[in-house]
């Protein structure tokens, strides 16, 4: 089970920063990932982490703004997110996923709760 925090409202230019805590028995073998979701759309890929911390992959789109991390001691994966805009008002998941990382959301094992960002103009 996942378990998400972090999430809020903030203005224009703010940063925030996102944590999912995973299971003690499993986290640190599992890769985690960051989506995001809007209404009416699909899960869309964010970010991604190996499970040694030494693989990263970020979505073009936001590789400048965010920095994913994991601290396998706490059990927890990060996402943050720096000079945030009104487009990355969204809800936010983690995920994990046994081996090796993936975009693909539908190739995750379990998902957190999901946690809404707002960022205001």
């Known amino acids: 089970q996942l378990v998400q925090s972090g999430g809020g409202l903030v203005q224009t230019g703010e940063s925030l920063r996102l944590s999912c805590e995973g299971s003690?028995?499993?986290?640190?073998?599992?890769?985690m990932g960051w989506f995001r979701q809007t209404p009416g759309k699909e899960r869309e890929f964010v970010a991604l982490?190996?499970?040694?911390?030494?693989?990263?992959y970020y979505a073009d789109s936001v590789k400048d703004r965010l920095t994913i991390s994991r601290d396998n001691d706490k059990n927890t994966v990060y996402l943050q997110m720096n000079s945030l805009n009104h487009e990355d008002t969204v809800v936010y998941y983690c995920?994990?996923?046994?081996?090796?990382?993936?975009?693909?959301?539908?190739?995750?094992?379990?998902w957190g709760q999901g946690t809404r960002v707002t960022v205001s103009q």
């Open positions: 003690e028995r499993t986290f640190s073998s599992y890769s």
């Open positions: 995920a994990e996923k046994c081996f090796r990382g993936s975009l693909d959301p539908s190739e995750y094992d379990d």
């Open positions: 982490i190996g499970w040694r911390s030494t693989n990263t």
